[in-house]
């Protein structure tokens, strides 16, 4: 893990999440490198960030509210880091 000025890297052998903890939102948007196109996207949950502007790597933004948001996006986290 890296701590940078506005979000946190995580890294294998390359950058597989990145994370942003936003506690007024009560959110942590946690970027990974999925491709977006291989994912049914959710509305409120995911996001395809491609062609969009943002801080740290990933062209899938995942926002964790609650557990529950948490338990859906463990299998996403696992495949960038396999990916990485």
């Known amino acids: 893990m890296k701590t940078l ?6 890294k294998r ?3 597989f999440a990145c994370v942003e903890v936003h ?3 009560r959110v942590i948007l946690v970027y990974v490198k999925v491709d977006s196109e291989s994912v049914e996207l959710q509305p409120g949950f995911t996001r395809d960030m491609r062609g969009i502007g943002h801080y ?3 062209d ?3 926002a964790i509210r609650d557990k529950d948001d948490l ?3 463990k299998p996403l986290i696992v495949k960038s880091y396999e990916s990485s």
């Not at 000025?5 to 995580?10: G, M, N």
């Open 23 to 25: 506690p007024k939102n």
């Open 56 to 58: 740290g790597t990933g």
């Open 71 to 73: 338990e859906r996006a």
């Open 5 to 10: 000025k506005f979000y946190f890297a995580f």
């Open 13 to 15: 052998f390359r950058n």
């Open 60 to 62: 899938l933004e995942i």
